[in-house]
């Protein structure tokens, strides 16, 4: 009875923060985030403006390895917490997660989870495979609605968007939720026709030089894309140095989080189907 005891106590004390199936994974990223909340503290991370905030952590952790598939593990959808290795995209919500704290302590586990679960699903609600905000104009739209971001793009010279989205479901068969459950296209289609009701603006990649200079650190960069059917291929975080935009980034071609070496209109510039840029302003939060 004395061991049963034990073992249901640390069951317990691991539930909060369960997020993947096995024991071992929770210990790895709460003993990641406890390093990073000595680190949060120490910087005074959590008197940083949000803009300032962004790049702090996501500076932390400059060497984390790229992995593609994390948030794919689970047979039906589930939150994923995972802080050892990132795509561009888990890199950049989780950052933004820690980001909106207001301390940083072991107490606030729960509230880092519940940011991720807002930023990564639609009304912050997990129902099913197609609640995940698979399409970044859509997640930025979404952020925009939550007051968590502003869409400046327009404002910052941007034109109207060209691409519609239909890849996800033009390619269901090479995911394997909707291989498991074909139902859940036709939802699918149905958010891509809501997507492609917008009217969303870019920065063509020619014209960011001359407006790199109205990107603030801290802003979020997706990257827009010519492939028909999609609508960015990237996202990252901007980083100015010395008067000049840099990309802070989980990179597939660098296999970690790294910043890139060119300036963002170079680095655009350099990768033949990108097509411009979209930017998403992150909006300082009133902590309760």
């Given at each position: ?10 069951t ?5 923060f369960?997020?993947s ?8 990223d ?11 503290n120490?910087k ?26 994390t948030?794919?593990?689970?047979p039906?959808e ?12 888990t ?7 820690l ?21 990564r ?5 997990i ?5 995940r905000?698979?399409?970044s ?14 869409d ?7 034109i ?12 269901w ?6 291989i ?37 650190t ?23 140095n010395e008067?000049q935009?840099?990309?802070l980034?989980a ?16 680095y ?10 979209m ?10």
């Amino acid at each position: 009875m004395k061991n049963l005891v034990i073992l249901f106590l640390i069951t317990f004390s691991f539930g909060a923060f369960a997020c993947s199936p096995a024991d071992s994974v929770y210990r790895k990223d709460q003993t990641l985030l406890k390093h990073f909340f000595e680190y949060a503290n120490k910087k005074e991370i959590a008197k940083l403006p949000i803009n300032e905030k962004v790049v702090a952590i996501g500076r932390y952790f400059l060497e984390t390895p790229y992995v593609g598939g994390t948030l794919d593990i689970n047979p039906q959808e589930k939150l994923v917490v995972n802080l050892r290795e990132f795509d561009c995209v888990t890199f950049v919500d989780n950052v933004i997660a820690l980001a909106r704290l207001d301390k940083y302590e072991e107490q606030s586990i729960p509230q880092f989870q519940k940011n991720l679960q807002e930023i990564r699903y639609r009304n912050g609600k997990i129902v099913d495979y197609t609640s995940r905000l698979h399409y970044s104009s859509d997640w930025l739209y979404e952020m925009t609605c939550l007051n968590l971001l502003e869409d400046i793009t327009k404002e910052k010279g941007g034109i109207p968007f060209p691409n519609k989205v239909s890849f996800i479901s033009q390619n269901w068969k090479k995911y394997p939720a909707l291989i498991q459950d074909s139902t859940l296209v036709t939802k699918i289609i149905d958010i891509e026709k809501t997507i492609n009701g917008r009217t969303y603006y870019y920065i063509p990649k020619e014209k960011v030089l001359p407006f790199a200079g109205q990107i603030k650190t801290g802003d979020i960069i997706l990257i827009t894309t010519k492939k028909k059917g999609l609508d960015t291929a990237h996202v990252g975080i901007a980083i100015e140095n010395e008067g000049q935009i840099y990309l802070l980034h989980a990179s597939v071609s660098d296999k970690k989080v790294s910043v890139t070496t060119e300036t963002l209109p170079d680095y655009l510039q350099r990768i033949t189907s990108h097509s411009g840029i979209m930017i998403g302003r992150l909006i300082n939060f009133k902590s309760n």
